[in-house]
């Protein structure tokens, strides 16, 4: 089956301290994955998707296909992220599903 | 404003008592789903549909239905409500074609089912 996992429930880091976020997917071939973000009393908005290799608010991920991971990283933490933050990937097939790990709590302390 | 809006957003019910949950989007999409997020588990899609009347099961679609009538609108139908349904829902939406395109979430309908 294929399956997406997030390890920590819960991410507290003071402001200004690095930020990793892990993930790691079951294998199947090209994986398409995404990372989405849960700003209090906000809807799901995608954050960044590893094929367009981007940056987004300070947050990169990159795809280690050997590990299996595409862990959200951002050097400096802001409050302003705070929030929950979920890696997806598509399902297989024509579905247009989102497979969800079961998301992460990041906590920005000042 | 390109949205996708649900309606209501905070439902309190009792068991059997059928409810409808619509949801709308005004982007022109052509697959939109439902997804139910529980504690611990993350989203986990119920229902999609690619286009108008076309709809199929998603991982956990035992005690829902929906219809797709139109394309712009997809509401989810429970005809007998039962308290392990209480959860937070979540429509969502996106162009069809290629995987990887963003998929635009609803603002959330929380379900308490008593």
């Known amino acids: 089956a294929q399956r997406v996992t997030q390890p920590e429930k819960l991410l507290s880091v003071f402001k200004g301290a690095p930020v990793e976020l892990k993930c790691n997917y079951s294998y199947s071939g090209s994986p398409e994955l995404f990372w989405y973000v849960q700003y209090s009393r906000q809807r799901l908005q995608l954050l960044l998707r590893h094929i367009s290799r981007e940056s987004i608010k300070g947050f990169t991920a990159d795809l280690n296909k050997g590990e299996t991971s595409f862990h959200l990283k951002k050097p400096f933490a802001q409050e302003e992220d705070s929030a929950m933050y979920y890696c997806?990937?598509?399902?297989?097939?024509?579905?247009?599903?989102?497979?969800f790990g079961q998301g992460t709590t990041l906590q920005v302390k000042p | 404003e390109a949205q996708v809006t649900q309606n209501p957003r905070y439902l309190i019910t009792v068991t059997g008592k059928k409810l409808t949950v619509t949801c709308s989007q005004n982007m022109n999409h052509e697959y939109m789903s439902w997804y139910r997020q529980d504690p611990g588990l993350g989203l986990r899609q119920i229902y999609y549909s690619m286009n108008v009347e076309v709809t199929d099961k998603g991982d956990v679609p035992e005690g829902y239905k929906v219809s797709r009538k139109e394309k712009r609108n997809f509401p989810l139908i429970l005809e007998s409500p039962s308290p392990n349904q209480t959860s937070l829902y979540f429509c969502?939406?996106?162009?069809?074609?290629?995987?990887?395109?963003?998929?635009?979430f609803g603002p959330g309908t929380r379900l308490t089912v008593l």
């Open positions: 997806a990937r598509h399902g297989s097939g024509n579905t247009g599903k989102l497979i």
């Open positions: 969502a939406s996106r162009t069809s074609g290629l995987s990887y395109n963003e998929q635009f």
